[in-house]
């Protein structure tokens, strides 16, 4: 019995044997054959010297192109003065509305002033009546020194004369400066806006009993008004040096541009911390586009370099040894190692690598290799109304 089974079991594994070989020589007629494959992908796969890649491309020139430095920056008054009172008393009359435009010497605060008026009154009285005696004092003089002449008075009562009439003198400059001071403390009573600009909200109203050096509104001056950036120290010297210097800036949230500003104040230090020197520009923001407290993107134009190479921005690629192009040269797409010193208006200024002649690959430089060949197709021009 158990020779019957190794007998069986020996079969079983030839019969196997065979018909893997059998499949075996079947997979290699059919890979051989391969009927499902068209002629086209049967072809060898092309070098990369005989592929052909479409690409767009770009013409490398030599322009005028402006220096700029990009910046933060925040709208700043020129002038910020908190209203303050100088006296206790009642406000009687705001004479202003809230938020409104005011100029230099428009009153803000009635006050009541009736103590300080009766006071001025009564130096009025005193400084009259001072005057009367001084007067008298003055005649006395002229008469005794007449009586002297004729030894009708004695010398010494002449000089005691002289003497009264002299604090008299004293005492009507002293009631004068008296009157002069409580007229000045009587102007307390009446606010005026030292500048001319914007009046915030009022904090008090008619019937408030305010105390000395309560804040009663702020006034910023807004025309003209600052702008305040800060830059990196490295552009200290080209700032310093740019006498023209132009500034705009981009609203934020609006995207408003406004330009016309230029360079008023250079702060005196580097911040050591950030490595940045605070300037502002002033604007004359005649329209009030610009308000106090807005950020924005602030562009400084130092000056225009003539004759730089330029190229599309979107050209310029960025490898392990640096940036680079692909200039097409006879309809082979060759690298080329630039040095860019700086991007405007989307075009990047090639300081070394390129002479302004050349045509550069702007589109499809992911497909590239250098010595390839390519095929430089033209944009499409924007469809009207898109």
Same mark, same amino acid.
């Given at each position: 019995?158990? &020779?019957?089974?190794r007998?069986?079991?020996?079969?079983?594994?030839?019969v196997? &044997?065979?018909?893997?070989?059998?499949?075996?020589?079947?997979?290699?007629?059919?890979w051989?054959?391969?009927?499902?494959? /068209?002629?086209?992908?049967?072809?060898?796969?092309?070098?990369p010297?005989?592929?052909?890649i479409?690409?767009?491309?770009?013409k490398a020139?030599r %322009? +005028?192109?402006p220096?700029r430095?990009?910046?933060? #920056?925040?709208?700043?008054?020129?002038v910020?003065v908190?209203?303050r009172?100088?006296?206790a008393?009642?406000?009687?009359?705001?004479?202003?509305?809230?938020?409104a435009?005011?100029?230099e010497g428009?009153?803000?605060?009635?006050?009541?002033?009736?103590?300080i008026?009766?006071?001025?009154?009564?130096?009025?009285?005193t400084?009259?009546?001072?005057k009367v005696?001084?007067?008298k004092?003055?005649?006395?003089?002229?008469?005794?020194s007449?009586? &002297? /002449?004729?030894n009708?008075?004695?010398?010494?009562?002449?000089?005691?004369?002289?003497t009264?009439?002299d604090?008299?003198?004293?005492?009507?400059?002293q009631?004068?400066?008296n009157?002069d001071?409580l007229?000045?403390q009587r102007?307390? !009573?009446?606010?005026?806006?030292?500048?001319s600009?914007?009046?915030?909200? +009022?904090?008090?109203?008619?019937?408030?009993?305010?105390?000395v050096?309560?804040?009663?509104a702020t006034?910023?001056q807004?025309?003209?008004i600052? =702008?305040?950036?800060?830059?990196?120290?490295? !552009?200290?010297?080209?700032?310093?040096?740019?006498?023209?210097?132009?500034v /705009?800036i981009?609203?934020?949230g609006?995207g408003?541009?406004?330009? #016309?500003?230029?360079?008023?104040?250079?702060?005196?230090?580097?911040?050591?911390?950030?490595? %940045?020197?605070?300037a502002? &520009?002033?604007?004359p923001n005649?329209?009030d586009?610009?308000?106090?407290?807005?950020?924005?993107a602030v562009?400084?134009?130092?000056?225009?370099?003539?004759?730089?190479?330029?190229?599309p /921005?979107?050209?310029?690629?960025?490898g392990?040894?640096?940036?680079?192009?692909? =200039?097409?040269?006879? #309809?082979?797409?060759?690298?080329?190692p630039?040095?860019?010193?700086?991007?405007?208006?989307?075009?990047?200024?090639? +300081?070394?690598?390129l002479d302004?002649?050349? %045509?550069?690959?702007t589109?499809?430089?992911?497909?590239?290799?250098?010595?390839?060949?390519v095929?430089?197709?033209?944009?499409?021009?924007?469809?009207a109304g898109?």
């Amino acid at each position: 019995m158990d &020779a019957q089974k190794r007998s069986r079991s020996a079969g079983r594994r030839i019969v196997l &044997a065979i018909f893997c070989l059998a499949l075996l020589g079947a997979g290699a007629w059919v890979w051989d054959k391969k009927p499902w494959m /068209s002629a086209a992908a049967q072809r060898p796969t092309p070098s990369p010297q005989q592929r052909i890649i479409s690409v767009l491309a770009g013409k490398a020139e030599r %322009t +005028s192109l402006p220096v700029r430095v990009e910046a933060l #920056g925040t709208v700043e008054s020129m002038v910020t003065v908190p209203i303050r009172s100088r006296v206790a008393a009642a406000v009687e009359k705001v004479g202003f509305s809230d938020g409104a435009t005011v100029k230099e010497g428009d009153l803000l605060y009635s006050l009541d002033a009736r103590v300080i008026d009766a006071q001025i009154q009564q130096a009025e009285a005193t400084l009259a009546r001072d005057k009367v005696q001084l007067d008298k004092s003055l005649r006395d003089v002229e008469r005794y020194s007449g009586l &002297a /002449s004729r030894n009708a008075v004695s010398q010494v009562q002449v000089d005691d004369a002289r003497t009264t009439a002299d604090v008299q003198k004293a005492t009507v400059a002293q009631d004068q400066a008296n009157l002069d001071s409580l007229k000045v403390q009587r102007g307390y !009573y009446e606010i005026r806006s030292p500048v001319s600009g914007r009046v915030g909200v +009022s904090a008090v109203r008619p019937g408030t009993v305010i105390r000395v050096d309560d804040t009663l509104a702020t006034v910023r001056q807004i025309n003209p008004i600052y =702008v305040a950036f800060g830059l990196p120290e490295r !552009y200290i010297s080209g700032l310093r040096a740019a006498k023209d210097a132009t500034v /705009s800036i981009t609203l934020q949230g609006s995207g408003e541009v406004i330009s #016309g500003g230029s360079v008023a104040v250079i702060d005196n230090t580097v911040d050591p911390q950030t490595g %940045t020197l605070t300037a502002r &520009a002033i604007f004359p923001n005649t329209d009030d586009r610009l308000w106090p407290g807005t950020l924005g993107a602030v562009t400084v134009t130092l000056r225009v370099e003539n004759n730089v190479v330029a190229v599309p /921005s979107e050209s310029v690629q960025n490898g392990q040894d640096g940036n680079f192009v692909f =200039v097409v040269d006879d #309809g082979i797409a060759k690298v080329r190692p630039v040095t860019v010193a700086r991007t405007v208006d989307g075009r990047s200024v090639i +300081s070394k690598g390129l002479d302004g002649s050349e %045509t550069v690959v702007t589109d499809g430089q992911l497909s590239l290799r250098d010595g390839i060949r390519v095929n430089v197709r033209t944009r499409p021009a924007p469809v009207a109304g898109s």
